[in-house]
């Protein structure tokens, strides 16, 4: 009961500053508290900044994961086709063609090849690669065809494989 009391009476009592003209600013930390908060978010950030990649690194763990789903879908396809390798025909085979590992064939310019991507999802690895056309293409190559940004910027000698339709 005792309590009840004083807890009404301190609620009725406004609290102020010895200066009269002034009350209290609740809502700013105290000072040991506002330096204690800093320090916890120094060792936050310490912590966890290391573990944040930088673009660089980040890049190139995407580009090495690429290559390691492309080179699944290497192997799926060989599980598929009586251990044979994915074809990969010349340039005028290809053209005429379009029955390859990618199906296209990119250059410099402006051709079709830089920028259409059914050709990626249309290739022979296409199905083995569930269809992502982004597996094809490092991030850190921005090199842009005439065109536009190419769809893919790995490749694979032509002499590779036997030519099987």
Not at 37 to 49: F, H, K, N, P, Y
Request: proline share 7%; hydrophobic share 40%; charged share 25%.
């Amino acid at each position: 009961m005792l309590l009840a009391t004083l807890e009404h009476r301190r609620a009725k009592v406004p609290r102020t500053s010895p200066d009269p003209n002034r009350t209290l600013n609740r809502s700013c930390l105290q000072p040991d508290r506002a330096a204690r908060r800093d320090r916890i978010i120094a060792i936050l950030a310490a912590l966890l900044l290391p573990a944040l990649p930088n673009r660089k690194q980040s890049e190139g763990m995407t580009c090495a994961n690429n290559l390691k789903q492309l080179s699944l879908a290497w192997q799926l396809y060989a599980d598929e086709s009586a251990d044979l390798l994915v074809n990969n025909h010349g340039v005028p085979e290809t053209l005429a063609l379009r029955n390859t590992w990618a199906n296209n064939v990119e250059d410099w310019v402006d051709g079709d090849d830089n920028t259409n991507l059914t050709y990626l999802l249309d290739s022979k690895l296409g199905p083995f690669a569930n269809r992502a056309t982004r597996i094809y293409k490092c991030p850190s190559d921005r090199e842009p065809a005439a065109n536009g940004q190419r769809i893919r910027s790995m490749s694979m000698n032509a002499m590779v494989a036997t030519p099987v339709n």
